[in-house]
């Protein structure tokens, strides 16, 4: 305990003494302070050395020849007015600016702190390498975003979707892979079973100057815009729309298939439209009814008027009517069927969509509803470009 006491005693020796010194300096540079004030200072040193000596030996201080010696050596500085030994008395004071608390190495001990700090920062749960834990997660999602369904490109397959959602029409070529063939035609050459003499072969095709051709519809194009025209035996070409009217596209072969005409300068698998849809396209251009079901009344003079319906038309087809065996039945569902040729034939007026069949010949009373019996009767309508 009694080493305790000394220790601060002297720690307090220290600190009054430093704060005379400094003082002591402060006057000495300051030109309003006196001589006498000074001395004073010098003075006071003096009776703090001589107190303290008093002090340190009433409190058993073990080395007196120790104290003398570091009291004469303060008062030779003051007398000489050499103040050297005052930085080793900053010296001290430095140490404890360097460690705030005794025997604590206060900035070693601090190193120590930071270095596990940065521990807790690579690993927020012990034993846990946390980033690399990330990465992994990121390396699985990186996967899902380049192949969705393993072994399926799903950028490709989207542009795919997406041509199809717009209708299934980037193709503008109507049959053009030949499956609707309503005349009958032999090949894609024979034009022999068109009557209109318009040339046409498969439905919406026409064989001429040893081409095959197809005329598209303004409504179908748009004006004066590049489009690509592919397809089996076809050489690929950019071609530009008109700005207006009928566009004839020329395959450049009499052998094409699979024939597709897209916007842009990209030629793109062939679209393979249902049969069914590809047969309603080709039916706004041309039909041929087979046995149609013919009703209607007659007129007052006891002439009968058929009506037929059909698929609506780009425009008022032009009719032709055919039958191998007689030409047609009609009956009233009361007297005997009466079959008609084509001499008697009235005419007929028509519609996008209706036909009426008249005929010449008085058959059953005014009024009489009547109806056409199947009798391979065939109602061909044309509307074609």
């Known amino acids: 305990m009694a080493e305790c006491t000394i220790q601060l005693s002297i720690d307090e020796f220290l600190k009054s003494y430093k704060t005379l010194l400094?003082?002591?300096?402060?006057?000495?540079?300051?030109?309003?302070?006196?001589?006498?004030?000074?001395?004073?200072?010098?003075?006071?040193?003096r009776e703090l050395l001589e107190y303290y000596k008093d002090i340190l030996v009433l409190e058993a201080y073990q080395d007196i020849?120790?104290?003398?010696?570091?009291?004469?050596?303060?008062?030779?500085?003051?007398?000489?007015?050499?103040?050297?030994?005052?930085?080793?008395?900053?010296?001290?004071d430095g140490n404890d600016g360097y460690t705030p608390q005794k025997d604590v190495d206060y900035f070693d001990g601090k190193d120590g702190i930071n270095g596990s700090d940065g521990n807790d920062g690579y690993t927020p749960q012990k034993d846990v390498d946390y980033f690399d834990g990330k990465d992994g997660i990121n390396g699985s999602d990186g996967n899902d975003g380049y192949t969705p369904i393993k072994g399926t490109d799903?950028?490709?397959?989207?542009?795919?979707?997406?041509?199809?959602?717009?209708?299934?029409?980037?193709?503008?070529?109507?049959?053009?892979?030949?499956?609707?063939?309503?005349?009958?035609?032999?090949?894609?050459?024979?034009?022999s079973k068109d009557t209109s003499g318009n040339e046409y072969s498969y439905d919406r095709w026409i064989y001429t100057d040893s081409t095959i051709k197809q005329r598209i519809e303004v409504l179908n194009y748009k004006p004066n815009t590049v489009y690509t025209l592919s397809?089996?035996?076809?050489?690929?070409?950019?071609?530009?729309?008109?700005?207006?009217?009928?566009?004839?596209?020329?395959?450049?072969?009499?052998?094409?298939?699979?024939?597709?005409?897209?916007?842009?300068?990209?030629?793109?698998?062939?679209?393979?439209?249902?049969?069914?849809?590809?047969?309603?396209?080709?039916?706004?251009?041309?039909?041929?009814?087979?046995?149609?079901?013919?009703?209607?009344?007659?007129?007052?003079?006891?002439?009968?008027?058929?009506?037929?319906?059909?698929?609506?038309?780009?425009?008022?087809?032009?009719?032709?009517?055919?039958?191998?065996?007689?030409?047609?039945?009609?009956?009233?569902?009361?007297?005997?069927?009466?079959?008609?040729?084509?001499?008697?034939?009235?005419?007929?007026?028509?519609?996008?969509?209706?036909?009426?069949?008249?005929?010449?010949q008085n058959l059953f009373p005014s009024g009489r509803v009547v109806h056409g019996l199947q009798n391979n009767l065939l109602i061909e309508l044309d509307a074609e470009l």
């Open 231 to 360: 397809g089996t035996n076809i050489t690929t070409t950019q071609i530009t729309s008109p700005a207006s009217g009928t566009w004839t596209v020329d395959t450049g072969t009499n052998n094409p298939d699979n024939v597709q005409l897209e916007e842009g300068s990209v030629a793109t698998p062939f679209e393979q439209r249902p049969y069914v849809l590809e047969l309603s396209l080709c039916k706004r251009y041309y039909e041929l009814l087979v046995d149609p079901l013919l009703s209607g009344a007659c007129n007052n003079m006891g002439r009968p008027r058929l009506r037929a319906s059909f698929f609506k038309k780009r425009v008022a087809p032009t009719v032709s009517l055919h039958s191998s065996s007689g030409f047609p039945a009609i009956s009233d569902y009361y007297s005997a069927d009466k079959v008609l040729t084509t001499k008697e034939l009235y005419g007929v007026q028509t519609t996008i969509d209706t036909a009426v069949i008249g005929f010449y």
């Open 65 to 92: 020849e120790e104290l003398d010696t570091l009291i004469a050596g303060i008062n030779q500085k003051l007398v000489n007015g050499d103040f050297v030994g005052q930085d080793g008395i900053n010296g001290s």
């Open 154 to 191: 799903y950028f490709d397959g989207k542009d795919g979707q997406d041509g199809f959602s717009k209708g299934g029409f980037k193709n503008l070529i109507i049959n053009g892979g030949f499956d609707v063939n309503q005349r009958g035609a032999s090949s894609k050459t024979d034009t």
């Open 22 to 45: 400094c003082k002591y300096n402060e006057y000495l540079e300051a030109e309003e302070v006196s001589l006498d004030d000074t001395n004073k200072i010098k003075d006071q040193i």
